[in-house]
C-alpha cells in the first residue's frame, strides 16, 4: 500500500480544504481555463482512475485544464490538480499525461504541499509560494515570479517542494499507473521532453528541485527494478491525439 501522511507536521486536513478552495478562487481570476467538457473530462477521467487505486483519502479531487503553452502542471491542497494545455500538447502519448497527473496526485495524497505551506505559513510568503506553484513539475517559475520579488520569488519556489518530495511523487506515480493499466515508461519519456524544451535549467546542487535528467534517470531505476504485469498501455486508441487537436481548434494553436 502507498504511504499517507496525516499528520508529521503539516496543515490540519480541515484547513487544508479551507486553503485548498480559498486558492482556487483567486486561481480563477488568474489564470484562462480550458471549459470544454471534452478535454476537462479526458483530463479528468485519467485522474480520477489514479485516484481510485490510492488508499482513501479525505479530498474531493478537481481537475482544471489552464490554458497556457508552457509544459507545467500542479497541485494545491486537498485535491485541486491544474494541467496546462502546453503539457497536453506536448505529451507523445497516454502515459507521459498520465505521469504527470499521477505525479501531482502524489503530491496531493502525501500532503507535500500542505506540508510545505505549513512550514512557511508563518515566514510572511506563504501566499506568494502557492502562486509559484504553477511552474512546479517543470522546475520554472518564471511565470509566476514576474510579479514578486526577486528574493521572494527564489526563496518561495526553493521551499515549495524538496528533493525527497519530487522523488517521491515520482515513485507515486511509478507505483499507481501499473494499477490503472498504463506503463509507467511515460513519466520517463517526458523529462525527456523537459529536457528538451529546456523546462530544467538550473545545476540540481542549486536547487531542491533534481533536474529533469537526474529525475529521469532516478524514475528508470525505479521502473527497472518493479515487476511489472503484463499488457500495460501507453496509448488509448487515439483519444490523446483527438483531444490535442481539440485543443487547438478551442486556442487557435495551428502547430501541428
Known sequence: MLPTLWSCGTLSVPEERRLGR???RELRKEFDFIRDPIVVGYVEQIGRRVVEQTEPQPYDYRFFVVENEEINAFALPAGYVYVHTGTI???RNASELAGVIAHEIGHVALRHTAESYNRERNTGIAHQML???AGVFGGSYAAGAANLGGAVAGRAYLT???REH???ADAFAIEILPKVGIHPEGLVTFFE???EEGGSKAPVFLSTHPASET???AARKLIDGKPLPEGLRDEDG???EIIQRRIRLLTGDTEK
Open 166 to 168: 519530487e522523488e517521491a
Open 238 to 240: 487515439g483519444r490523446l
Open 160 to 162: 515549495i517542494y524538496t
Open 193 to 195: 521532453t523537459l529536457s
Open 215 to 217: 529525475r529521469r534517470d
Open 131 to 133: 502562486i509559484l506553484l
Open 89 to 91: 500538447l506536448k505529451a
Open 22 to 24: 480559498k486558492t482556487e
